[in-house]
């Protein structure tokens, strides 16, 4: 090469070598640089929209496949939330129905609606028998239903209840588990779902025949499920609701026989007893000695009875509020005056001291109320204070008018009251001791009674306690019915 550029005027052609390219196909120089005619260019641009229209038909078809693959998705999760908004509208139905019959209803028409089926029944098991019994089916539960008892096994009811699952069974003629018991029409196909409530099984939910030709679904089975869930627990708050109210009916029965019965009796008994005290009065005065003795204690027998009696009448009159206070103005602190004065004997048996004070100590302490029935209050408190306080224990009676109410305390250095006790001392014919094995007489109505007088004139009533060392019995009473409630 250099050689040219050295000696350019004496530029020679250069001979052909050996190997060469003479072997070529010759190249038409003009042909290639020639421009290209429009129908070379014709030919040349269908060739090319042939392959895009070719791509981009791929790709909308691409585009097609995945905007229908979303419908579809879309359509699935409205069909979905369109269920459980059905399925929150059922249980809302549910929790607002707590009878037992038309809450078994709406559960079955739900049931058929929700999954599109022709039927659905409900059994339940008995808790007295433990069989398995239809409680519901579409268009109502027959008599010859009702007879019916499924069996636990080799039934598609057992089978559901024993394995705590559910059951898709599309042809029912195959299975022997099913016996043709369910209902009067053919039963195809069937989905059973149990009914769960916590650990246990109450029952089976059972819908029959799909409307279309489509068959059972995975949908079916969850909502079917879902449906069974909800259904158990307010089928059992309605079984619970149920024995709830008829043990109520059953306690209000006992409870009038029980009113019935005090009444008969005390009526039955204020008869004889009135000729024995007025009986036993007589002979005591005319008898001495030994046998005016023996008739003393006769009369305090009758005596004790008799105020048995009353106390009978007293708690059966508060019960029925058949009792109403008749108001007379007196001297609360001449009336405890009084009763310590009648409880003085039994003190002074006992070696209590027996103290009281009031406050302001100048005033009579008036107040318009029933007379009789303050009595009972303020004499059955310190009764009890006697009774559970032992030889040489002390008693002590505290009024105190403070803001036209009077606070009385009857404290006592007894043996005390649990504090487990202390509400329950105040129910009838309730006591602390075991009956078999109690120190103490009475027969719980003391305190009841208390309480139920106290309550008659608005005031209320509580105990404050420490075992072993005594008790303090606190009552509130207003001064005249126009004062305040407490």
């Known amino acids: 090469m250099l050689k040219y550029l050295d000696n350019a005027d004496d530029e020679q052609e ?13 190249i038409d120089n003009e042909a290639l640089l020639s421009p290209v005619t429009e129908a070379d260019n014709d030919e040349f641009a269908v ?14 078809g691409a585009e097609d496949d995945h905007v229908a693959m979303l419908k579809q998705k879309i359509g699935g999760m409205e069909q979905r939330i369109s269920y459980l908004e059905r399925i929150v509208k059922v249980s809302q139905m549910l929790n607002s129905t707590l009878s037992l019959e038309p809450l078994l209803q709406i559960i079955v028409q739900a049931a058929t609606e929700l999954t599109g089926t022709e039927a659905c029944s409900i059994m339940l098991i008995d808790k007295n028998t433990g069989e398995l019994r239809f409680a519901e089916a579409t268009g109502g539960v027959t008599n010859d239903l009702m007879k019916i008892s499924v069996p636990l096994d080799d039934s598609i009811g057992g089978f559901v209840i024993r394995r705590k699952r559910p059951l898709l069974i599309r042809d029912v003629q195959d299975d022997p588990r099913w016996h043709g018991e369910t209902m009067d029409f053919e039963t195809r196909s069937i989905l059973g779902v149990p009914l769960n409530v916590r650990d246990s099984v109450i029952g089976v939910l059972e819908v029959i025949n799909k409307s279309d030709d489509s068959g059972f679904s995975e949908d079916d089975v969850q909502i079917a499920t879902t449906l069974g869930a909800q259904a158990a627990i307010a089928i059992e708050n309605a079984r619970l609701l149920d024995e709830l109210q008829q043990a109520y009916r059953d ?19 204020r008869t004889p007893l009135a000729v024995i005290l007025g009986y036993a009065t007589f002979l005591k005065d005319n008898v001495q000695g030994e046998a005016g003795e023996q008739l003393e204690i006769v009369l305090n027998s009758a005596v004790k009875l008799r105020s048995l009696i009353d106390d009978m009448v007293n708690l059966r009159h508060i019960q029925t509020n058949e009792i109403q206070p008749e108001r007379t103005m007196f001297s609360l602190k001449q009336l405890i005056t009084d009763i310590t004065k009648e409880f003085s004997e039994i003190i002074a048996s006992k070696q209590l001291l027996l103290s009281s004070r009031f406050m302001p100590d100048d ?3 008036n107040i318009d109320a029933d007379r009789q029935k303050i009595y009972l209050v303020i004499a059955n408190l310190v009764n009890n204070a006697i009774k559970f306080t032992r030889e040489g224990g002390r008693i002590h009676i505290n009024v105190e008018l403070k803001d ?7 404290i006592d250095t007894g043996i005390g ?9 105040f129910d009838q014919f309730y006591q602390v001791e075991p009956p078999l094995t109690r120190k103490y007489q009475g027969m719980g109505l003391g305190l009841s009674i ?9 005031g209320r009533i509580w105990v404050e306690s420490v075992v072993g060392k005594g008790s303090n019995f606190a009552v509130v009473l207003p001064t005249a019915p126009d004062v305040q409630d407490l």
């Open 14 to 26: 250069p001979e052909q070598e050996e190997g060469s390219a003479a072997g070529l196909p010759e």
């Open 47 to 60: 060739d090319l929209g042939d392959d895009v229209d070719e791509l981009a038909g791929l790709e909308i």
């Open 251 to 269: 306690l209000a029965e006992v409870d009038q026989i029980k009113n019935d019965f005090v009444s008969v009796a005390s009526h039955e008994l």
């Open 363 to 365: 005033s009579p302490l």
């Open 404 to 410: 036209h109410k009077y606070w009385i305390n009857v």
């Open 417 to 425: 009251i649990p504090p487990v006790e202390r509400e329950r001392i």
């Open 450 to 458: 208390t309480k139920g007088m106290v309550e008659i004139h608005r």
